[in-house]
């Protein structure tokens, strides 16, 4: 399994934590002055074993706002 990254776009993510639920490993989601919370991405670079839980959070967030980034090394 290879390197890979995460990018959660703010413009779509409404805080519905389901990729927390999925990978509480690789999000939090916080509170934020706009009308929703937002997820953040807390490994920058995360293990390759933790590339399954990033996959289920980018398919079940509803909002379609998770991508994964494989990087090859
Ligand atoms: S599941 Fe999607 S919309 Fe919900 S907090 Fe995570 S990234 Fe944002």
Do not use: W
Not at 3 to 29: M, N, T, W, Y
Not at 57 to 72: F, L, S
């Amino acid at each position: 399994m290879g390197k890979f990254r995460i990018k959660v776009d703010l413009g779509l993510c409404q805080g519905h934590s389901v990729c927390l639920a999925e990978a509480p490993e690789l999000f939090r989601v916080v509170d934020t002055d706009m009308a929703y919370p937002q997820a953040q991405v807390i490994q920058e670079n995360p293990a390759p074993e933790l590339l399954s839980k990033a996959e289920g959070a980018a398919e079940y967030c509803p909002n379609g706002a998770i991508t994964i980034v494989y990087e090859d090394d």
